[in-house]
């Protein structure tokens, strides 16, 4: 027990020092900004991101801590490719200038209600995830769009979901590896570099959001991760 409380502990620095990554990136970016054009709109728009991003260090904590007693979520409804967006310019830095970012965003998606904080979370576990498996690069793909009754096989209601897919042209996982990859503390890192805590964050996080996540992975080909999010209720046709 006192060994998982001290991987608990470990999780959560690497974690951090992962959301550190982000801010360094973030940082970088806004020098380079203010050298270039300091009057820039875009300047107060990333002071604005990065004050949120160290807001969502906290977010972050709760969510590892939720691990030895359950937290509540906080939940909204939220514009899920507006989210996208919002990381877009963090995921670009925090990826490298070898992958290449691309969106695919529906853009006649449905809202859904989850916790905007650890959406933002689980989609920056997942680029660190798809970074360190693109060693030499590739791109990144995150693509959104609606879908129906996807869930019915799993024991969920049938029902609207919005499904986020991440999609990453990295060495891809086993079988054997695909099977734990949801298992707390399961990393195939060496062990400062890996605690196996991302994907239970995004894991934890989805199916108490009501959804499920799904993984196609091909070994040397790449990885797409689904994330479906069930969808609030469509307002009723007003004519
Ligand atoms: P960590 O990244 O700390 O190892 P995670 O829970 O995020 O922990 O992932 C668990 C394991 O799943 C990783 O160690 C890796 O083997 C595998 N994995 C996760 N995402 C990917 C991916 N996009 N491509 C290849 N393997 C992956
Ligand atoms: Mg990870």
Redo the contacts with the bound molecule.
């Keep these: 027990k006192m060994e998982a409380v001290g991987r608990l502990a470990a999780?959560i620095v690497?974690d951090f020092n992962n959301l550190l990554t982000v801010m360094e990136a973030g940082l970088n970016l806004l020098e380079k900004q203010l050298n270039q054009d300091p009057t820039n709109p875009k300047v107060f728009a990333l002071f604005e991101e990065l004050r949120k991003r160290t807001r969502n260090g906290g977010a972050l904590a709760q969510q590892l801590l939720a691990f030895s007693r359950k937290q509540p979520l906080n939940p909204e409804i939220v514009d899920v490719n507006a989210r996208i967006e919002g990381l877009s310019s963090l995921l670009t830095s925090t990826l490298g200038h070898n992958v290449k970012v691309r969106h695919e965003l529906d853009q006649a998606l449905g809202e859904v209600f989850v916790d905007p904080n650890q959406l933002d979370v689980a989609l920056l576990?997942?680029a660190?995830?798809?970074r360190?498996?693109?060693d030499g690069g590739g791109t990144l793909t995150i693509t959104t769009s609606n879908v129906r009754n996807i869930t019915e096989d799993h024991g969920h209601k049938p029902g609207l979901f919005v499904r986020v897919t991440?999609t990453?042209t990295?060495?891809?996982?086993s079988k054997d590896?695909?099977a734990?990859?949801?298992?707390?503390?399961?990393?195939?890192?060496g062990d400062s570099?890996?605690?196996?805590?991302?994907?239970?964050?995004?894991y934890g996080f989805v199916e108490q959001s009501g959804g499920d996540v799904r993984?196609d992975?091909e070994v040397g080909k790449?990885?797409s991760?689904h994330l479906l999010l069930p969808r609030t209720k469509a307002p009723q046709p007003t004519g």
Excluded: W, Y
Excluded at 170 to 173: D, Y
Excluded at 193 to 202: A, D, K, N, P
């Design positions: 999780g690497h576990n997942l660190v995830n798809a360190d498996a693109m991440v990453d990295g060495c891809g996982m590896v695909l734990r990859v949801f298992e707390p503390f399961f990393t195939t890192k570099e890996g605690t196996g805590l991302g994907l239970s964050q995004v993984i992975s790449g990885t991760v």
